[in-house]
């Protein structure tokens, strides 16, 4: 099982950026997907999610009308598109794969916004 994050980097504030999320080794369309981030000295925060069927995205407040979460099953990925981007959206950018208890990592993706 791999999940590999790319598309990271460093941005200027009110720039914008598009994680993507590959996966393989399970049935990609079958898990719910979801990223997370973690800030220098914080705990890991919880940030968008899209479910494994038809159903709604949800978006944690501090994102919610900047991020998009989409997926595309024929790809195995999953996509953060990440716009008006702020100085305290820095964080490691981490994606997982959850089915009832079965849950995969991957191993993230700096994002950094900066001038």
């Known amino acids: 099982v791999q999940l590999v994050e790319s598309g990271g980097g460093l941005v200027q504030p009110g720039g914008s950026l598009r994680l993507s999320c590959v996966a393989s080794?399970?049935?990609?369309?079958?898990?719910?997907m979801t990223w997370y981030r973690q800030a220098p000295g914080k705990e890991r925060e919880w940030v968008a999610t899209?479910?494994?069927?038809?159903?709604?995205?949800n978006y944690a407040d501090s994102v919610k009308g900047r991020f998009t979460i989409s997926r595309d099953n024929a790809k195995n990925t999953v996509y953060l598109q990440m716009n008006s981007l702020k100085p305290e959206d820095t964080a490691v950018y981490y994606c997982n794969a959850r089915m009832v208890r079965i849950s995969y990592w991957g191993r993230g993706t700096q994002v950094t916004v900066s001038s």
């Open positions: 899209v479910p494994s069927a038809v159903g709604t995205t």
């Open positions: 080794g399970f049935t990609f369309s079958r898990y719910a």
